[in-house]
Protein backbone atom coordinates (compact mmCIF):
# COMPACT_ATOMS: atom_id res chain seq x y z
CA UNK A 1 0.00 0.00 0.00
CA UNK A 2 2.91 2.47 0.66
CA UNK A 3 4.02 1.98 -2.59
CA UNK A 4 1.20 2.91 -4.19
CA UNK A 5 0.53 5.59 -2.32
CA UNK A 6 4.14 7.16 -3.13
CA UNK A 7 3.77 6.48 -6.79
CA UNK A 8 4.74 8.79 -9.17
CA UNK A 9 1.04 8.26 -10.94
CA UNK A 10 -0.91 8.36 -7.34
CA UNK A 11 1.46 11.47 -6.46
CA UNK A 12 0.49 13.32 -10.01
CA UNK A 13 -3.21 12.75 -9.14
CA UNK A 14 -2.84 14.36 -5.86
CA UNK A 15 -0.85 17.70 -7.09
CA UNK A 16 -3.54 17.62 -9.92
CA UNK A 17 -6.45 17.89 -7.56
CA UNK A 18 -4.05 20.36 -5.50
CA UNK A 19 -4.41 18.04 -2.37
CA UNK A 20 -0.46 18.87 -1.31
CA UNK A 21 2.55 19.14 -2.84
CA UNK A 22 4.79 15.30 -4.22
CA UNK A 23 6.87 13.84 -1.63
CA UNK A 24 8.71 12.67 -4.70
CA UNK A 25 12.11 14.74 -6.45
CA UNK A 26 10.33 14.77 -9.28
CA UNK A 27 9.66 18.75 -10.32
CA UNK A 28 7.20 17.64 -13.21
CA UNK A 29 4.67 16.32 -10.44
CA UNK A 30 4.52 19.88 -8.89
CA UNK A 31 3.90 21.37 -12.63
CA UNK A 32 0.81 19.64 -12.60
CA UNK A 33 -0.65 21.50 -9.24
CA UNK A 34 -4.20 22.38 -9.47
CA UNK A 35 -4.97 21.71 -13.03
CA UNK A 36 -8.04 20.55 -12.30
CA UNK A 37 -9.13 23.85 -10.98
CA UNK A 38 -10.37 26.77 -13.29
CA UNK A 39 -9.55 28.75 -10.09
CA UNK A 40 -5.79 28.80 -10.88
CA UNK A 41 -5.86 29.42 -14.60
CA UNK A 42 -3.07 32.31 -15.31
CA UNK A 43 -1.97 31.90 -11.46
CA UNK A 44 1.90 32.14 -11.30
CA UNK A 45 1.79 28.16 -9.20
CA UNK A 46 5.21 27.71 -9.81
CA UNK A 47 6.10 30.60 -7.20
CA UNK A 48 3.76 28.19 -4.71
CA UNK A 49 5.45 25.19 -5.15
CA UNK A 50 9.20 25.86 -5.63
CA UNK A 51 10.74 24.95 -2.43
CA UNK A 52 14.15 24.56 -1.16
CA UNK A 53 14.76 22.39 1.26
CA UNK A 54 16.01 23.16 4.76
CA UNK A 55 19.55 22.93 6.01
CA UNK A 56 19.84 20.47 8.83
CA UNK A 57 20.65 21.83 12.14
CA UNK A 58 24.69 21.75 12.63
CA UNK A 59 24.32 20.43 15.86
CA UNK A 60 21.65 20.02 18.81
CA UNK A 61 22.61 20.89 22.09
CA UNK A 62 22.36 18.00 24.49
CA UNK A 63 21.17 20.97 26.98
CA UNK A 64 17.88 21.69 24.84
CA UNK A 65 16.08 19.44 27.30
CA UNK A 66 16.54 21.33 30.06
CA UNK A 67 14.52 24.58 28.65
CA UNK A 68 10.73 23.39 29.04
CA UNK A 69 9.52 26.82 27.69
CA UNK A 70 6.19 24.83 26.78
CA UNK A 71 5.52 23.11 29.86
CA UNK A 72 5.47 26.91 31.72
CA UNK A 73 2.91 28.21 29.59
CA UNK A 74 0.21 27.54 31.57
CA UNK A 75 1.95 29.36 34.54
CA UNK A 76 2.67 32.50 32.46
CA UNK A 77 -1.14 32.36 31.07
CA UNK A 78 -2.14 32.59 35.12
CA UNK A 79 0.64 34.88 36.18
CA UNK A 80 1.02 38.62 35.07
CA UNK A 81 4.39 38.09 33.70
CA UNK A 82 4.93 40.10 30.08
CA UNK A 83 6.61 37.98 27.50
CA UNK A 84 10.65 39.53 28.43
CA UNK A 85 9.76 38.29 32.24
CA UNK A 86 8.93 35.04 31.17
CA UNK A 87 11.38 34.18 28.90
CA UNK A 88 14.07 35.26 31.84
CA UNK A 89 11.98 32.98 34.13
CA UNK A 90 11.87 30.22 31.93
CA UNK A 91 16.03 30.78 31.07
CA UNK A 92 16.55 31.21 35.00
CA UNK A 93 14.89 27.67 35.88
CA UNK A 94 16.88 26.19 32.62
CA UNK A 95 20.02 27.19 33.82
CA UNK A 96 19.50 25.63 37.32
CA UNK A 97 18.40 22.73 35.89
CA UNK A 98 21.86 22.28 33.70
CA UNK A 99 23.82 23.65 36.29
CA UNK A 100 22.14 20.59 38.39
CA UNK A 101 22.73 18.64 35.89
CA UNK A 102 26.27 19.36 34.89
CA UNK A 103 27.24 19.30 38.76
CA UNK A 104 25.49 15.78 38.77
CA UNK A 105 27.75 14.62 36.04
CA UNK A 106 30.62 15.54 37.58
Known amino acids: M ?26 EINERYGVNYEIFDGKNLSAFVARTPALPPSRVSPWDKYVDIVGHLAEFAESDMNIPEFLRVVQEKAEMRIAEEKSRRE
Open 2 to 27: LMEVVSADHQTVLAEIADGLTVLNQP
